[in-house]
C-alpha cells in the first residue's frame, strides 16, 4: 500500500510518500481500501507535535476516511467486505488503505461520494454533538458560530439551522462570509473589521447569543464571553488561532453562562451508541438533500503537505480531501 509517512515531528513539507506492508484487522477492527481523506486542522498540529494526542514518529498522518471494507476482524458483525463505509483513525488515513477501530465505521447511504462521506466524521460528528449534546441548542435560539468558512464552521452553521437556530456567522474575510451565508447563516459578521462584540450585541437587539461555536479561540475568546446572552453556552471546539485562551470566570458568573468543552473523539469511544444516533440524523438530512459538504479541494497523496500547508495558513474554506 501506498502511505504519507511523517518520519520527524514538524512542519509538513518533511511528509514523503512511502510503500508500506498491506494492512490486516485486529479482532475489533475493520480494514478500508482508502477512496478519500479529510484533511483537518488537527493533522497539521499532529503532525507538528502540538496536538493533545500525540503520535510517535514514524506514522501515517489523517483521521477521517471513505471507501470500501476489505476485511473485518472476527468480532466485527455491523459491516462487512465490499460495504461503502466513513471511518474516523486517530492516525493512518492518508493511505490507500487504513485500519480503524469497529465503533468508528458507519456505512454510508448509496448516494453518498466519497469525497463528500470523507468530510463526515470528524466536522459533522464534533458539530451536532457540540449542538446537540453540549450545547442543548433550542429552536428559535440565537446561535453564534466563529470561523464559519472553514469545514467545521460550515458545518455549525447547516446544523444550527436544520435545528431551527437564528444563525449569525462570523469570520475573517467577505468570501468566507458569503459562503456562510450560502450556506443558510441569517446574518454575518466580519470579525476583522471594527467591535466584534458592539457588532454581535447589535444584531441580538442587546442581549448576545444563546449559543457560542468558537473552533477559533485566541483573543476572540474573550470577546464572546461578552457577547453571551444570560444563561448562554460557550462552546469550546478547538484553537484555530494558535493560542488557547484563559476563561474569565466573572463574565460567566455575570451572565449566568457557561463555558463548555467539545471533544467528540472521547464522546465516540465513551458513547458510541449515541454517536450512532446522531449520525443516523446527519444521513437522513443527507438523503433529504438538506446537509452538504462544501469541497472546495482535492489532492493528490502526493500532495499532502501543500494541502496540510494550506490549512495551516487557512486559505481552505469547507473541507479539502486527499484522493489516494
Known sequence: ??????????????????????????????????????????????????????????????????????????????????????????????????????????????????????????????????????????????????????????????????????VIAAASSQDKLSLASHYGADETINYSHGSFKEEVKKRTKGQGADVIFDPVGGELAQHCLSAINWGGRYLIIGFAAGDIPEIAANRLLLKGASAVGVFWGMFVAREPKLNFENFEQLFAWFGEGKLRPHISKTYPLEDAAKALADMRARRVTGKIALLP
Open 1 to 166: 500500500m501506498r502511505a504519507v509517512v511523517c518520519q520527524s515531528l514538524g512542519p509538513p513539507d518533511d511528509l514523503v510518500v512511502e510503500e508500506r506492508p498491506d494492512l490486516e484487522p485486529k479482532a475489533n477492527e475493520v480494514c478500508i481500501k482508502v477512496r478519500a481523506c479529510g484533511v483537518n486542522f488537527p493533522d497539521t498540529l499532529i503532525v507538528e507535535g502540538k496536538y493533545q494526542l500525540q503520535a510517535e514518529p514514524p506514522f501515517v498522518p489523517g483521521s477521517e476516511v471513505a471507501g470500501e471494507v476489505i476485511s473485518v476482524g472476527e468480532k466485527i458483525r455491523h459491516v462487512r467486505p465490499g460495504d461503502r463505509v466513513t471511518a474516523l483513525v486517530q492516525v493512518g488515513g492518508f493511505a490507500d488503505q487504513a485500519v480503524a477501530p469497529g465503533e468508528a465505521v458507519m456505512p454510508i447511504p448509496n448516494e453518498m461520494e466519497f469525497t463528500h462521506a470523507s468530510a463526515f466524521p470528524l466536522v459533522y460528528g464534533t458539530v451536532i454533538h457540540a449542538l446537540r449534546q453540549r450545547g442543548q441548542l433550542a429552536a428559535g435560539e440565537t446561535l453564534l458560530v466563529l470561523g464559519a468558512g472553514g469545514g467545521v464552521g460550515l458545518a455549525a452553521v447547516q446544523i444550527g439551522k436544520l435545528m431551527g437556530a437564528r
